[in-house]
C-alpha cells in the first residue's frame, strides 16, 4: 500500500485509537466526547479547512517552485530519507516553538491563535481548531522548504501525517504519565497546561512535539496537580452555534473597541452600575 492511502488510514485510526483511550484513561473523567463545538472542529476545521488550505498552500508552493526553479537544485535529494524528516522535524518544530512564543506577546498575532485555546474542553479533536491564517503562515513554513530544498515527496507526506497524529495526542483528555520522556517528547501532561486558565499557566508549555525547546529556554510548566479549567477568558468570544466557525473568524479581525464594547454592553445588561474595568 502506497504512503498516500496509508496516511489518511494512519490518522483515523489515530483518532479511533485516542477516543477509545480518553474512555478509558481519562484525565478529566467528566469531560465528554461530544462537548461544545465539536462538530465545527470536525467538520468545519478539522475537515474541511484542512482539505481546502491543502489545496490552497501546496499550490502555492508549486508556483513558488515554478518559479524559483530551487527544487531542480536538489539541496537535500541525495539525503538518507530518514535524515531528511529528522532535519526537517527538528528545523520546524524549533521555528514553531519561537513562533508560537511570539503569538502569546504579540496582540496581532494573538488574534489569528486565540481561536486555538478557545476550547474549554481540551481533547483530541481541539487542536484542529486553529485560525485559517495560522494555518497559512505556519503549512507554508513548513512545507515550503521541503519541496524548495529538492526533499523527497514522501518526506511532507510523513511529515503531514505526523503532524496530524501528534497533534491528536498532545490535546487528548488522557492520563499520561510518560516520565523522564516529557523532558523530550511533548504530551498532553504538558500541552493541557498550556490551554489552562489557571494563574501560572500563561507564557508555559509552548513545544509541539519536542519538549525539549520548554525545557531549554525556561518555559517547562509541569506541575503534580491538573488544571482548574482551560479556554479564553473572552467573555463574548464566540463559540456556539452552526456558525461559529465563520463567527470566530470574523471576531479576529473585530477592532479592539468593538470587542470592549460589546463585553462593556453585555456587563450593563447584566445590571452593573460601574464599567467592567472598574469592578
Ligand atoms: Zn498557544
Ligand atoms: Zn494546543
Redesign the pocket.
Known sequence: MTLALLSPLIIVGSALALILLERRYPYEPKQRLFREGFFTDLLAYGLLQSYLLGLLITGFITWLDRHTGWSRLGLVSGWPLLLQLSFFFVTHDFYIYWFHRLQHVSPWLWRVHEA??SVDD?DWL??TRSHVLEICINQTIEFAPIVLLGASPKVALLKATLDAVWGMY??SNLNVHSGRLQYVINGPEM?RW??ARDLAAPGKNYGTKLAIWDHLFGTAYRPAHKPARYGLEEPRYPKRGAFAYVAQHVYSFLPEARRTARVEAEWAAEGHAEPRGSA
Open positions: 486555538h485555546h481540551v481541539s487542536g498532545i490535546h500541552h498550556h490551554h
